[in-house]
């Protein structure tokens, strides 16, 4: 039987808390300049015990975290003898800290809670070092610069989580080095790493690739790089354009690894975005393509991404997302993957990403079963996400 899926979030509340470096778009970013920010440093200030300290090189605590209900159907869903599935769960939530040792070299080590069992794993771990005022140097484990969705953090999605599409074909996260640039008009990063979604691996697990080269640039053709630090466009803002590329290559099977050899899989992937905001209304898409050389076969697959968003009011964001997966004929799971999400933001505090309610559903018209999308339990539901 296909399974006919829809999920919809009733609502979601992120919360989000501390300091990010500047510039920085990573999973613990947050509007650092908003109203309830400068509310709690003023009230800080006032309290010897807690008030704010002038020493530069003090680490800064960061994190966030998403609770929600769910409440799932599905039509021949595996998962579950039932066609509905309700409940409570935590979404992802994130703690760490963010520093400097010196005037130009920073850190930051982040980790994550499970959602399941609740088990706390690393996420990043790098650090950055300023080369001028142009150039920087990462090192450690971080997002690859890949797609613009895995480059903005969750809490500054539309939606409670990025595009089944990005999930297909995201490079996540590396260990590698890269090289990073950022003018006016330009900004770029070139990574040299272990290969996509290398999480937490030994120099030696049979995962890693033996080599993996990314390179993203973007070019910012109106507006401020600050506005892209998200999706939203808040009522007020510039009119803003952004055009980004991206193109990825890692090769395997040539090195050891634990009992044998690094997975013989070759990678090519590229990608291309455009992204708009203006006063109080956002447009983002992207499409991507892959190409594979494995053990299970050759594969090219394509990706496209639409989606915006427009404020009903100063703090009630309508929004609505489109993606599709697009299978190479020659898998034994061909079918193209659609996947529509609409939805509402209820931002608790205006022009800030600190807190907010998201009321979302999702729709997978087509079986998970017989696509190459990876099977999630996130099928067709409805959620509210605190």
């Known amino acids: 039987m296909n399974l006919t899926t829809t999920t919809t979030t009733l609502g979601a509340l992120v919360l989000t808390a501390g300091t990010t470096l500047a510039g920085e778009p990573t999973d613990l970013s947050i509007d650092i300049e908003n109203a309830l920010h400068a509310e709690v440093v003023a009230d800080a200030s006032a309290h010897s015990s807690f008030a704010a300290t002038t020493n530069e090189f003090m680490p ?13 159907f599905s039509d021949g869903y595996t998962f579950s003898t039932e066609d509905m599935t309700t409940g409570f769960e935590f979404g992802t939530t994130r703690l760490g800290v963010t520093g400097k040792v010196h005037s130009r070299v ?11 069992g609740g088990g706390f794993t690393l ?7 300023e080369l001028n005022d142009n150039w ?3 090192a450690g484990q971080y997002t690859l610069g890949y797609t613009r969705e895995q480059d903005l953090s969750r809490t500054r999605q539309l939606a409670s989580e990025r595009s ?3 999930a297909f074909f995201s490079q996540g996260r590396t260990q590698g080095v890269a090289l990073r640039y950022a003018n006016d008009k330009l900004r770029g990063e070139a990574s040299f790493s272990d290969g996509g979604n290398t999480t937490n691996t030994a120099f030696n697990a049979a995962t890693e690739a033996d080599y993996a080269f990314t390179g993203r640039l973007e070019y910012l053709g109106s507006g401020a790089w600050d506005q ?4 939203t466009s808040w009522r007020g803002s510039d009119t803003a354009w952004m055009l980004g590329g991206a193109v990825h290559w890692q090769d395997g099977g040539e090195t050891g690894a634990t009992g044998g050899t690094t997975a013989n899989t070759e990678i090519f ?8 905001e203006a006063d109080g209304w956002n447009a983002f898409g992207a499409i991507i393509w892959q190409s594979m050389d494995s053990a299970a076969g050759d594969f090219d697959d394509f990706g496209v991404v ?17 993606d599709a997966v697009f299978a190479d004929s020659s898998r034994t799971l061909d079918d193209d993957f659609h996947s529509v999400t609409v939805g509402v933001n209820y931002y608790l505090i205006e022009n800030s990403h600190a807190a907010k309610l998201t009321f979302e559903g999702v729709y997978y018209p087509e079986a998970q079963s017989t696509s190459p999308v990876a099977a999630s339990t996130a099928s067709a539901q409805l959620q509210i996400v605190f």
Request: charged fraction near 20%.
């Open 123 to 129: 996420v990043d771990g790098y650090a950055d070092i």
């Open 164 to 166: 089944v599409t990005n």
């Open 60 to 72: 800064s605590v960061v994190g966030y975290t998403q609770f929600r209900y769910n409440a799932n």
């Open 106 to 116: 920073s850190y930051t080590i982040i980790g994550e809670f499970a959602r399941s």
């Open 136 to 138: 920087d140097l990462r």
């Open 228 to 231: 892209f630090a998200d999706f």
């Open 306 to 322: 639409v989606q915006g968003g427009v404020f009903l009011t100063d703090i009630v964001e309508l929004f609505g997302r489109w």
């Open 269 to 276: 992937g590229a990608t291309a975005d455009l992204s708009f």
